[in-house]
């Protein structure tokens, strides 16, 4: 697909976007330079609040990256192919939203290099900020390819030449570091609840981040298919939900036998805080999107966009209350996000969604070439640049 120039198409929504970044900006230099104690809410009982919840969630829903990775690029389904470069995007915005985060909520954030000389072997932190550390450059080797497709074009071969091998890394590194974020909290027998605590966490986080993956590449088709007006191959899209659909159904079935066997079934329906939390997060978050998964209404683009939606806010919601709703009862009542915080939050939010519009519209990320389709896929994409969802004009279904 050839794109002649570049585009950006200021409309309202995108000034609001682009104000609320700003203002992410302004508030997180304040945050940098006058300290945690000053800037935020984050005290000895809660040091790790607003955006620790934040980054584990991203880091999670970025498993769309290496699961795509996983399934397009190492076991090599065709179905998916053309999805993979969707993957490639969230989880490299994702994996940019955590860092800038990270950066934020470290306390002495001029020494965030340090890792890098004084290793800790056995930290599962260290282990974290390594992979990740490596896996932004192996991001960087995949956005490249479509980088070069349009400026920097001689580095085109060179970077098509390696990229089998990055592939086959960036399909294998995060799954160090998605594993080890849940490690972290095996650090916390007396303070993180019986409904989450368990040696298994490791697992659950592996597997939650890897189902995340295809809810998110879903929710990125479905939107675009109407913002910009593509056809949508409904097979393989199902096909794809329902790869999802399994490892939920399977992580279901192994965490309430996990409960069972550490005498915490109970626990569910205690009817208090945690027990109605924790019902929310397994019932609208697991146990929903696998009936859709399995139903007929999966085949319809409502369904797969439901199971889509509940599967990310299940992911969402076990990761609130991993950090938040497990500890409560350990750590007190101490801890309310102040404005300082959501302002950053929601401004990184923006920017993101910011470099998500230039990037989708100014490079191919939604069509790989695929021969004979290219040409009628280019066609589309110039109709819809004409037709952008934030361009104040309402597009018809694809």
Known sequence: MKIRRWSFKMTPVRWVLIIVALMGILFSIFRLATGLGFSTNLNDDWPWGLWIILDLTAVALAGAGYSMAVLAHTLHIKDFAVLARRGMLISLLGYIFVLATLMLEIGRWDNAYRPLISWGY????????????????????EFGEVVTERVLKPLHKPIKFVLPVVFFLGALIPFGHQASLGAVYLIFPDKLDPLWYTSNLPWFFLITSFFAGPAMVLIDTLWSSRAYNYQLDIKALVRLARVGGYLMAGYLIWKIYDLFVLGAAQNMFAGDFKGNLFL???????????????????????????????CVFGVAMNRFNVVFTGMFDALGPTYVPNFVEWVISIGLIALVLIMYLFIVENFNIYNQHHGTHEKSREKAYTQHRKTSLYGGKQYNQG
């Open 280 to 310: 929310v997060e397994l019932g609208l978050g697991v146990l929903l999107p696998v009936i859709i998964c399995f139903s007929p209404w999966i085949q319809t683009k409502k369904g797969m966009l439901s199971f889509a939606l509940l």
């Open 122 to 141: 056995y930290s599962p932190l260290f282990e974290v900020f390594i992979a990740i550390s490596f896996y932004m450059v192996i991001q960087a080797f």
